[in-house]
């Protein structure tokens, strides 16, 4: 079975400076990773995913993350925080068969000071 | 492209009575979709899958007989909240994929509120 642990449960930031939101995974075959963000009362929206290749994945709104299989991390990051990046965040991974079954973290929300 | 749509957004019904929630695929068939319930503050529940045609089959802990969830075509499906008690007040958010494996694509979730 696979696992997502993100590390905090609330980030604050000051507005431009960098955003890190961690996640670790656990999983017995090669995952598939993913950032979702989640605005107040919306669905879930894709940031980025990571599948096979680039470890380094790039994604919408100047957020990326690294695959790092050594330290079973898959961090977030942007390198300029911006008001409007005010929002929850989860980590999910998928299990065997690719999407099939998708674990989410407990999310990361995360505040932006002015 | 891939897009789901959830009707409706919102929802406030009383104590006793059933929901029904559609969640559509708007430009792309289904074959498989599924069902999420997230509680204030709280990540998503995988509450069942769907494939078209044929029954859900639900995660353990979730009543099948409370939440009915029809498939019956490849661009539509249903969550009926049987019988609704305020504990089950959440946030109802569906996914769709064309195959069984595909990555899933979010529909924009449903409030339910149970008075």
């Known amino acids: 079975a696979q696992s997502v642990t993100q590390l905090g449960s609330h980030v604050s930031v000051s507005e431009g400076a960098l955003v890190l939101l961690r996640c670790n995974y656990s999983s017995s075959v090669p995952p598939y990773l993913f950032w979702y963000v989640q605005y107040p009362n919306q669905g879930l929206q894709l940031l980025l995913k990571?599948?096979?290749?680039?470890?380094l994945v790039k994604g919408i709104n100047g957020f990326e993350a690294e695959f790092k299989k050594s330290e079973t991390s898959f961090h977030l990051t942007k390198p300029s925080a911006h008001m409007s990046d005010a929002a929850e965040y989860f980590c999910a991974v998928t299990g065997p068969g690719g999407y099939q079954k998708v674990t989410f973290g407990t999310g990361t929300k995360l505040q932006v000071i002015p | 492209g891939a897009v789901v749509s959830q009707h409706p957004s919102w929802v406030i019904c009383k104590s006793g009575t059933s929901v029904k929630i559609e969640c559509r695929s708007l430009?792309?068939?289904?074959?498989?979709m599924f069902w999420y319930r997230q509680f204030p503050k709280q990540s998503l529940m995988l509450m069942a899958t769907s494939n078209e045609g044929s029954k859900a089959t639900y995660e353990q802990g979730v009543e099948k007989d409370k939440f009915l969830i029809n498939h019956a075509s490849l661009t539509l499906s249903t969550l009926t909240v049987t019988s609704a008690h305020p504990e089950d007040s959440s946030f109802y958010i569906c996914?769709?994929?064309?195959?069984?494996?595909?990555?899933?694509?979010f529909g924009p979730g449903t409030r339910l509120t149970v008075l």
């Open positions: 990571y599948t096979t290749g680039a470890t």
């Open positions: 430009d792309f068939q289904a074959t498989t």
């Open positions: 996914s769709a994929s064309d195959l069984p494996g595909n990555e899933q694509f």
